[in-house]
């Protein structure tokens, strides 16, 4: 084969053989096949599409790029199996979810091993999360990673170099290529890496919305179901969510806020969202690993999630009991009239925290712990004039022009009667 006739095959809306699709991810890794070569068939695939085989194929190909794990030898340190259940988000704004979640699937006896990614663009990434803890560390060796599986039953960290390495470099392709867009490209990539983790059960929690990837629903749909296909056909017990993303989840946005938030869900509070999508992911995340008839939010009532959380912090060298780092400056978004606030839109708070230092441009950026956009009033609650919408949090005041400008549209506050008539015309 060569790279041109492959790039030509899917221009031209033909569809890839095995062999092609193989060869190529194989020739990509080995750095046979050159960037803008991959760029182009990565264009080709989002403007072509690829069919349900060859998207099982191309994932295949992406998993054999690297290693594998493999859990089925797990054991708790008295000996008992464990299984395995992880979850994923396709990405968003406020996404904390995993930070309650791992511990709280953990204290049911259902090992979490959840490696995850840095944040890009204007969404957050776990470990950037996890790092504003005093003294945390993503990189784990495998063998600490089984080690902390059995002794805590949860580790989030970062996945190793050597998971679907092929996914690696075209990830970074994609970024900058204007082709992330695409669901045989998104799917595949997630679920090579989720694949190559060798994780028994999974749940995917696939974002629609302003803030996602997917803006409308019928897209994200199809990407649901086309994940849960390559789950499925590997072995893996596979369940999606579809859930809203046109709003920020939660209060909290930026790496520090967003961990201060997670433990108030962790301490039985918490936004209701937040502790509502928590739970219902950890029913399914049990459910897959073969426990049913337990509600989880009685282990975040009980303290038994936050036990597990902070013996996990400790675990990868954070102090669960330290202070978190606050922003230098703040600034306040108020109101400018009275009403009632019908829309946050998630975009526009996730670009606006990114710009407070939350986020970075490049791979390899640093990030900002205690930058990000607190959100004060929830939707369907009163607005008077004056008051405070939201709170921007950064360390270096120069930023807070471009943030209030990511925000000028974002907050919608309606007359009551205005929005009581969208709402009822949304309800009929
Ligand atoms: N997350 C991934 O890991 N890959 C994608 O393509 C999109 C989101």
Redesign the pocket.
Known sequence: FDAIEVIRAKRDGQRLSDEQIDWVVDAFTRGVVADEQMSALAMAILLNGMDRAEIARWTRAMIASGERMDFTGLRTADGRPLVTADK?S??GVGDKITLPLAPLVASYGVAVPQLS?RGLGHTGGTLDKLEAIPGWRAELSGEQIMRQLSEVGAVVCAAGAGLAPA?KRL?AL?DVTGT?E?IP??????MS?KIAEGTRALVLDVKCGSGA?MKDEADARELARTMVEIGRDAGVDTTALLTDMSAPLGRAVGNALEVAEALEVLAGGGPPDVVELTVELARHMLAGAGVSDVDPAEHLADGRAMDVWRRMVAAQGGDPDAALPRARHTQTVTASHDGVLTGTDAMAVGLAAWRLGAGRARQGDPVQAAAGVELHIGLGEPVHAGDVLATLHTDEPERFDRARAALADAFVVQAPDLARDASLRARS
């Open positions: 994923h396709t990405g990614g996914d990830y994609r992330v695409s490209l998104i799917a595949s990539s997630i890496k990837f």
